[in-house]
């Protein structure tokens, strides 16, 4: 059995209690046994996203929700203002291009998040269909302020996107409080789910936009899975669905406040561990993610085995440190890459390395993860005081207890 501890953005660390649900037998999913336990998600989502708009669960990755938000909405010639401020968002912008709408971007510097101003300026000029952001950046690891842009984007025509993808269960979404008019997630970041699933929310505004459009996706028409609700308009991946309810039962069994302040303390361990190691935090701690955290790779020694291979300078290092840290049992995730704009491409990998502590990912996780961090950092050379970063992040962890029902 694989015994690698998962600390990525996402698939993350997915627990017994999940696994199990996904081995129960079939249900067939028109019976009503079945549309119950799908009445209890949409609860429980609802409380999770909080939120009174309907909430709608979707067979596909994070992506098919990115699809469906824009397909539903966007018609050919409209104007939608896109927030680029990672991969993610600048894969929405790419979405509504291909269903040939006609992105404005806000260009936001890596690791940085939006100015509101900017987006109030651009919708004072000009009518948005609507306006694109990514809450928690997965590619960065900063967190975009969703509350002030929603209360400027609520006094315009213009309807309010918002990818929650890697925050959803693990951070504040607020839906109905930042005047999100859509929402989407998906089931393999703060939830803990296999990958798979995506669920999606819509405001009233947002159906009055929806329910005038023309030309409707045939898989992801959300008007359809209004009408068939709480069933849904196709066969719904059913044992994934097990897996969700048990899922939001462990979220509720927790708390959601305790368990967006668990992974504040995760995020805090990381963030600290990793400055006294000698090492530079991509994100500057006031925009940071509750959940992933961006490192800069140091100059580093490269191992004589990796040195000869004929690859770029970037994949020897991004190689060096993630290859040595798995062989301490820890994986973490490559820096991404992504267009803001037709002329203007950012490169994060072979320069950054991203630590998810999403989920169920406990301080016992991170300090192995700081401790596997330190062996590699000795290894490849870099100068720092050994024991410092687990020492700090015993300290956060010692001053926080209070808040950890299991570490
Ligand atoms: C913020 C964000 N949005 C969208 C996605 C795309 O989701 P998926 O890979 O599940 O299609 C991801 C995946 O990492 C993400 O982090």
């Known amino acids: 059995m694989n015994k690698l501890l998962l600390m990525t953005p996402g698939p993350t660390f997915v627990p017994e209690k999940i696994l199990r649900a996904l081995s129960k037998p079939l249900v067939h999913h028109r019976e009503e046994e079945f549309t119950v336990l799908l009445s209890n998600c949409y609860e429980g989502l609802k409380k999770v996203f909080e939120t009174k708009n309907d909430v709608f669960i979707l067979t596909g990755s994070g992506t098919s929700a990115m699809d469906a938000a824009v397909s539903n909405v966007v018609n050919k010639g409209d104007n939608v203002l896109c927030v680029v401020s990672g991969k993610f968002s600048s894969r929405l912008k790419e979405i509504v291009e291909n269903y040939g709408g006609k992105p404005e971007v806000v260009d936001v510097e890596p690791g940085g998040i939006v100015n509101p101003e900017k987006v109030r300026e651009k919708l004072d000029k000009k009518e948005f269909k609507a306006v694109t952001m990514v809450h928690n950046n997965t590619s960065t690891g900063s967190v975009n302020p969703v509350k002030e842009v929603g209360e400027i984007v609520k006094e315009h025509e ?22 999100i008019d859509i929402c989407f997630a998906g089931s393999q970041k703060c939830l803990a789910l296999p990958p798979g699933l995506s669920f999606i929310t819509v405001s009233e505004k947002a159906w009055e936009v929806i329910e005038k459009k023309k030309s409707k996706p045939y898989y992801l028409n959300l008007q359809n899975y209004k009408q068939k609700h709480p069933q849904t308009p196709f066969t719904i991946a059913i044992n994934m669905i097990y897996a969700l309810n048990e899922s ?3 979220v509720f069994e927790e708390g959601l406040s305790n368990r967006i302040k668990r992974h504040q303390i995760c995020q805090e361990m990381v963030r600290e561990a990793v400055k006294a190691l000698n090492l530079n935090l991509f994100v500057e701690d006031k925009v940071a993610s509750k959940t992933v955290t961006s490192v800069e790779i140091p100059p580093l020694t490269i191992p004589q085995e990796i040195e000869k291979l004929n690859i770029s300078l970037k994949k020897k290092r991004d190689k060096a440190l993630r290859e040595t840290l798995k062989r301490y049992g820890v994986l973490v995730a490559k820096g991404q ?21 999403m989920g169920f990912i406990y301080p016992r996780h991170v300090l192995k993860t700081i401790s596997a961090l330190e062996l590699t950092l000795k290894e490849l050379k870099h100068e720092f005081k050994e024991g410092e970063g687990i020492t700090k992040a015993q300290e956060i962890l010692e001053k926080n207890m209070k808040h950890i029902n299991e570490i």
């Open 248 to 250: 939001l039962n462990l």
């Open 337 to 357: 890459s992504w267009n803001v704009t037709k002329d203007k491409r950012v490169d994060l990998f072979g320069k950054i390395f991203r630590i998810g502590h």
């Open 158 to 179: 213009a309807l309010f996107i918002v990818d929650t993808v890697s925050s959803l269960g693990g951070d504040n979404v607020e839906v109905d409080k930042r005047h």
